[in-house]
């Protein structure tokens, strides 16, 4: 037996044990010597008394079936006042009953469920031997019924406003986790960016000058050397960046911030790529304004990646450009090569390089153009918009 049927059947006891109490101390004489009216009212007996036990006995059931458990404490409720027992001899479980459908059913059945208590109860009355009863008794019958069913009503509101703030809780909580599985499927996306830009950078440029030293390390030892110095270079300066960028993700240590590459240190970028064996010239038109740190770190990462495409793919002796132009309300970024493996007819396509550019550049709103050149060579343009004068 679960806890709420062994709570209904106690309580199914209690209001027994005091409703045949009752029964027992109040009849006739009991009655008549505190002055009030008993002509044809009948004694308490053994048949009244089961009859009071059986109005609550459907107590026990009273939150699986309330309504069903009301019709069956009705009809004993109701013989027991036709049959001159008097009237409210069991209208303990009869209270409890109503207020049980009240609280456990919706306001069309409760309603029902008032009006035929109410009816029982003025049939009873008017059906039973005992003499005619005042007007202000009904009235107060009435009233107790309604406040009883009232009592219930407020239960079963107050129940359900508890369980739509658990739920209005419950969908928040979903809500949350959705937004916080959405922020770090977008900083996963964000670091892996960032270490393909920087790894493909650097590993580009590492490359090219450890095919360089190779080549001369017969030959000229120096230059080999010089070569090998700056693959360690290179290599260190991407260790530091992932170490910025990774660093973020660890939960027993302090990540060692640092600021974040910037359209101020594309002269190193460039320098880097000449030691590489990349050509560059850079070249700023227009008043320099401060940038968003978003768009700052997007412009820089585009020249990056455009320049490491350049290394990879245009060949032995081409030669590139950067030009940043600043303009009224729009940062342009460009980057262009004579490529000539462009111009022999060996298009590149968008690796995850360029992809992960036009990403970038899409989520500050600006407009990727990628593709060769009429007279050979390739070409990376990027216009970022910027809002007043940023």
């Not at 609550?56 to 036709?82: H, K, N, Q």
């Not at 899409?362 to 390739?378: C, D, E, K, Q």
Request: net charge neutral; aromatic share 4%; glycine share 10%.
């Amino acid at each position: 037996m679960d806890r709420s049927r062994l709570h209904d059947t106690v309580l199914a006891g209690v209001v027994a044990v005091a409703s045949v109490a009752l029964f027992v101390l109040y009849g006739p004489e009991r009655l008549q010597a505190e002055g009030l009216p008993v002509h044809g009212m009948r004694p308490p007996d053994a048949f009244g008394g089961l009859l009071v036990v059986l109005a609550c006995a459907p107590i026990v059931v009273r939150r699986r079936w309330p309504l069903s458990a009301l019709w069956a404490g009705l009809v004993p409720e109701t013989l027991l006042s036709s049959l001159g027992y008097g009237t409210g001899t069991s209208s303990l479980s009869g209270m409890v009953l109503l207020y049980s459908v009240a609280s456990h059913r919706g306001l069309a059945i409760s309603l029902v469920a008032l009006v035929v208590s109410l009816v029982a109860y003025l049939a009873g009355a008017a059906a039973g031997p005992v003499g005619p009863v005042a007007w202000n008794q009904y009235v107060i019958v009435a009233v107790v019924l309604v406040a009883v069913w009232g009592a219930g009503r407020s239960l079963r509101l107050r129940r359900a406003y508890m369980e739509e703030l658990k739920d209005r809780a419950a969908r928040l909580e979903r809500a949350h986790a959705a937004d916080t599985r959405a922020a770090r499927a977008e900083e996963r996306s964000r670091i892996a960016r960032e270490l393909h830009d920087v790894v493909a950078h650097h590993v580009s440029v590492m490359t090219v000058q450890a095919a360089a030293a190779r080549r001369v390390l017969a030959t000229d030892p120096e230059l080999a050397r010089e070569a090998l110095s700056a693959v360690e270079h290179t290599g260190r300066l991407a260790m530091t960046e992932m170490r910025n960028i990774v660093g973020v993700l660890r939960t027993d240590a302090q990540a060692e911030l640092g600021p974040q590459p910037a359209v101020r240190d594309l002269p190193a970028l460039v320098e880097l790529m000449r030691e590489a064996g990349l050509p560059v010239r850079l070249r700023v038109e227009g008043t320099e304004v401060a940038l968003p740190a978003g768009v700052d770190l997007a412009a820089y990462r585009t020249v990056q990646e455009a320049l490491t495409n350049s290394l990879r793919h245009a060949g032995a002796g081409a030669k590139a450009t950067v030009t940043v132009r600043y303009e009224p309300g729009e940062l342009d970024v460009r980057v262009e090569d004579d490529g000539v493996g462009a111009a022999a007819g060996e298009p590149r396509s968008e690796g995850h390089g360029l992809v992960g550019i036009r990403e970038r550049v899409t989520l500050y709103g600006g407009i990727l153009n990628i593709g060769p050149l009429p007279g050979g060579g390739f070409d990376v343009r990027a216009r970022f918009p910027l809002k007043d004068g940023q």
